[in-house]
Each structure stands twice: as structure tokens, then as C-alpha cells.
């Protein structure tokens, strides 16, 4: 609860009572400064990865979706209420003597198909080819892997093994997005984070992206907001 943003990937989703929102590897966010009470859970890369092994048709679904328009979900009173009860048995497991991870894995799990559940029932379950599907989620943690290094989409491309038209048709049918404009999304990204939490120059920012001067970097991220590096750190300190 509390009235306020958070701010995912740069953008503000405003705070509401009983809204949850679930971060992807790799996402930025921020809290505003405000009163609140909620939880945060911190879930690892080895029990998500778990979980989508158990659960193949959850990953990239819903809340799970890297590119999906709405990263949180207003629970019902239902599904609040199921939540909560979930919370209490996870704060019990956790201070049992002989704390079993097996449970406190399905009890998450069971929470996690929940939450998603939900969030297919306010904003529906786009069909999607399973193919089409695994491309877009090995694509993304190709850039994530390699976005410093290259910037290219003909690198990302050839690592999928599939051509250039056959990819661009699946992002931009589930994104809306090209490979060339998500490579870009997520270095204007990395860039905007450097910028307001870090106070390295803007020729260091320029080498740490994989770009080849800081001249070059701040045609780039002018391009995409109208500012300068510079004035943007500026505007946004």
C-alpha cells in the first residue's frame, strides 16, 4: 500500500493496494521515495528456471512476458486472499528447525501460477506458436548476453540460425518491435542507468556499451530522447 511509482525499465506504473508486479532478468527499476508497506521477494535464477522446467507454458506468458505491455496485476479479493495465506506459510517454513526447500519451492511455485492466472484473466492469453515463442525468449537473453559487445542484429540473427525476416516478423508481431529496435531499447536502457546511478564519464559509459566514442554514444542516445547524456544526468539528478 502507499501512493507513489515504480519505475520499471524507466517508465512510472503507479503503486495501488494489492498490485503486484513481477521484474524480468535483466530489468531496471526504481521505487520513488514514499510511504509504504508491501513485500518484496527475491526469487533466484535457479529456482525460476525450475519452475519454468516444471511449468514450460508459464514462461514468457503473462507476467512472465520480457515484453509484455503490463508488468503487474490488481489482485482480486480472491486471489489476495489466497496470496496472503501463501505469505503466512512461507514466513512459517522459513522459521521451521528443518526448513524443507522442496516446500517452500511449491509453495512459491503454486503462488507464482496464481498470480499469472490472474493476469490472464484480466488481460486474456494471446495465442502464440511455441516455436515463435522460444525464439523471442532465446533472443532476449542473447542481447542481454551480448548487447555490450554487439550491436549489430545480424550477430543475434545468425546465432538463432534463422533469417532475418523470419525474426523480425515474430518481434514485431509479439513486441512490436524489430531486433534492431530492441538491441537499441536495451542499450538506451543500460545507458539511462549508468547516467543517474552512477557518475562515470560519458566516455567510460560510451566504452562499457561497446560503443566506439563518447561522441558516437551521444548521437545515439540523442536520437532516441532528444537529449544529450549529459543533460539527461542533469535533468535527472
Not at 489482485?75 to 503466512?88: A, I
Not at 545507458?191 to 546511478?197: D, H, Q, S, V
Request: proline share 3%; with cysteine.
Amino acid at each position: 500500500s502507499g501512493e507513489g511509482y515504480h519505475y520499471i525499465n524507466f517508465k512510472p506504473y503507479p503503486f495501488k493496494k494489492n498490485r503486484i508486479y513481477l521484474l524480468q532478468e535483466g530489468q531496471m527499476h526504481l521505487i520513488s521515495e514514499f510511504e509504504r508497506d508491501g513485500w518484496i521477494i527475491l526469487i533466484s535464477e535457479q529456482l525460476i528456471h525450475q519452475f519454468f522446467a516444471m511449468h514450460p507454458m508459464e514462461e514468457g506468458s503473462g507476467l512472465f512476458d520480457p515484453f509484455g505491455a503490463n508488468p503487474f496485476i490488481d489482485l482480486d479479493s480472491y486471489t489476495g486472499l489466497f496470496l496472503n495465506n501463501g505469505l503466512s506459510l512461507l514466513q512459517t517454513e522459513l522459521i521451521n528447525k528443518h526448513l524443507n526447500k522442496d516446500v517452500l519451492f511449491h509453495l512459491l511455485s503454486v503462488m507464482l501460477l496464481k498470480i499469472n492466472e490472474q493476469h490472464s484473466k484480466v488481460y486474456g492469453k494471446e495465442p502464440v506458436v511455441q516455436r515463435d515463442k522460444e525464439v523471442l525468449l532465446s533472443l532476449r537473453r542473447l542481447i542481454n548476453q551480448y548487447y555490450r559487445r554487439e550491436h549489430n542484429t545480424a550477430f543475434y540473427v545468425q546465432a538463432l540460425g534463422i533469417n532475418i525476416k523470419t525474426v523480425n516478423h515474430i518481434c514485431q508481431r509479439l513486441t512490436q518491435r524489430t531486433v534492431h529496435d530492441l538491441i537499441k531499447d536495451k542499450l538506451l536502457t543500460e545507458a539511462k542507468m549508468l547516467l543517474l546511478t552512477t557518475s562515470v564519464s560519458m566516455k567510460e559509459i560510451a566504452f562499457q556499451l561497446g560503443f566506439s566514442d563518447a561522441a558516437y554514444f551521444g548521437r545515439f542516445f540523442k536520437k532516441l530522447t532528444n537529449l544529450t547524456p549529459a543533460s539527461y544526468r542533469f535533468n535527472n539528478s
